[in-house]
């Protein structure tokens, strides 16, 4: 489940205004790689949408069925406006919605299922054949 907490406008490359909805996930427990204390945080993920402003702010605190997952994505730089650092990353968070995700999962189940085209001894029937 995640929430909507806000909005942007953004503007097309032809210059006509559209919205983005922000979306926010459920608080997550992180442990700091300085620290070593654990601290609490919420992945978050934006969307496009067709929504006026008006329609956007009635939006804010909706709650949708999915989840926001890691994607991999060729890799871009990304500057932290807090400390100007650049980093370099390769995923970006977006949003699965719920009936998506089950689909996915499902592929994935199904591939896994049939586990006879996998070599069970560690080696391939294909290369017992050459032996």
Not at 15 to 33: A, D, R
Request: hydrophobic share 35%.
């Amino acid at each position: 489940m995640v929430r909507i907490i806000g909005f942007k406008q953004r503007e097309k490359e032809d210059g006509t205004p559209f919205f983005i909805l922000e979306l926010q996930g459920g608080v997550e427990m992180s442990l700091s790689k300085e620290t070593g204390q654990f601290y609490a945080t919420a992945k978050k993920a934006y969307v496009t949408s067709t929504f006026d402003e008006k329609t956007c702010k009635a939006l804010i605190g909706s709650e949708m069925q999915g989840n926001i997952v890691k994607k991999e994505v060729e890799p871009y730089t990304y500057v932290v406006k807090e400390t100007g650092e650049e980093l370099v990353l390769t995923h970006r968070w977006v949003f699965v919605p719920e009936n998506e995700q089950a689909k996915q999962d499902e592929a994935i189940n199904q591939l896994m299922a049939d586990t006879s085209v996998f070599s069970q001894n560690g080696a391939s029937q294909l290369a017992k054949q050459a032996i």
